[in-house]
């Protein structure tokens, strides 16, 4: 099933790079960094894109690092970025160096992070008392407790 969603984008800086996909399967929508960014070492930089989304209500865009880059050292801080569909503001990378050396820096064009989408469910959440939501083998089992070692 091939699922087609219309995204608006707007170059908000003339220099500005339209996302590409790696290859015709690629998951993510490589994003660019519109100006030299320096990531310095513990510390979070935003990394501007120079471009704005309107993802259709239903929808979100998650920013996720690049893993060539996550080899080299920088993270994301925050794991996935969220981008709501009521957002028009410009699409920012939120990176820390956590590399070799006190910084890395990130060249005006250079590939920066990918963008994927996702569909949202509508969600409803319905009260009820603790022994309703049933019992699971795991139950209250909490961080690391469905692991084997």
Known sequence: MNLEVEIGIAKLEPDAITPTQGSAQAAGWDLY???ETIVKKYQSSMIRTG???AIPNGWEGQIRC???L???GMIMPNGIGTIDSDYRGELMVLATWIGQGDEFVISKG???AQLLFAQVPTVKFVEME????GITDRGIGGFG???KF
């Open 145 to 147: 407790s469905s692991g």
């Open 66 to 68: 690049r893993s060539s």
């Open 33 to 35: 960094a519109l100006e």
């Open 110 to 112: 250079e590939r920066v």
């Open 51 to 53: 471009i704005a989304v």
């Open 130 to 133: 603790y022994n309703e939501l």
């Open 70 to 72: 996550g080899k080299k």
